[in-house]
T-cell receptor, first 113, second 113 residues
Framework: AQSVTQPDIHITVSEGASLELRCNYS??????LFWYVQSPGQGLQLLLK??????LVQGIKGFEAEFKRSQSSFNLRKPSVHWSDAAEYFC???????????FGTGTSLTVIP | DVKVTQSSRYLVKRTGEKVFLECVQD?????MFWYRQDPGLGLRLIYF???????EKGDIPEGYSVSREKKERFSLILESASTNQTSMYLC????????????FGSGTRLTVV
């Protein structure tokens, strides 16, 4: 069955430091993969998505993610974190029918000055 | 931009009340979804709809029902609210498949007392 796993429940980084959030997927074929961000008290916003082709995808707010088939991973990265990046981040993969998502349980990011 | 509007940001209701959560989208999306979000549990799908007057159960439909009389509006109904339904409720829509990505509303934080 399809699934996504986000191994880190909570991460704390210093402002200006680099960031990597992990996402591992289980899928029978090459999946579509998504990252969403949820600021406190808000709904989720799409950060970026991977369909095919270039395995490094760029998103909004300076984020990028790399698809690695050999590791079944789609990790989210940012070279220099800003205080406004403090939020919860969700990795997601569509179901085989393509009509819904499986969401990871999320990683909460705290940014310290 | 596509907008998904949830009518209330915060609601406080009493146990046993019938509660209506409203969601409206303005971009002619076919598919609409209701999730609840709880700490440590991530997003869990309650109900979804692929078309007017159509509805499908998600992973946790017990205690909920939905209505989709018009394409743009998808209502979640708590038939008899209970304290374990205190949660953040998120509505989402997509054109006609998850590969397009979801657009989320800002959420409704419901407290049942």
């Amino acid at each position: 069955a399809q699934s996504v796993t986000q191994p880190d429940i909570h991460i704390t980084v210093s402002e200006g430091a680099s960031l990597e959030l992990r996402c591992n997927y289980s899928y029978g074929a090459t999946p579509y993969l998504f990252w969403y961000v949820q600021s406190p008290g808000q709904g989720l916003q799409l950060l970026l998505k991977y369909f095919s082709g270039d395995t490094l995808v760029q998103g909004i707010k300076g984020f990028e993610a790399e698809f690695k088939r050999s590791q079944s991973s789609f990790n989210l990265r940012k070279p220099s974190v800003h205080w406004s990046d403090a939020a919860e981040y969700f990795c997601a993969v569509p179901t085989y029918t393509g009509n819904q998502f499986y969401f990871g349980t999320g990683t909460s990011l705290t940014v310290i000055p | 931009d596509v907008k998904v509007t949830q009518s209330s940001r915060y609601l406080v209701k009493r146990t046993g009340e019938k509660v209506f959560l409203e969601c409206v989208q303005d971009m002619d999306h076919e598919n609409m979804f209701w999730y609840r979000q709880d700490p440590g549990l991530g997003l869990r799908l309650i109900y979804f709809s692929y078309d007017v007057k159509m509805k499908e159960k998600g992973d946790i439909p017990e205690g909920y029902s939905v209505s989709r009389e018009k394409k743009e509006r998808f209502s979640l109904i708590l038939e008899s609210a209970s304290t374990n339904q205190t949660s953040m409720y998120l509505c989402a829509s997509t054109l006609n498949g998850a590969h397009h990505g979801y657009t989320f509303g800002s959420g409704t934080r419901l407290t049942v007392v």
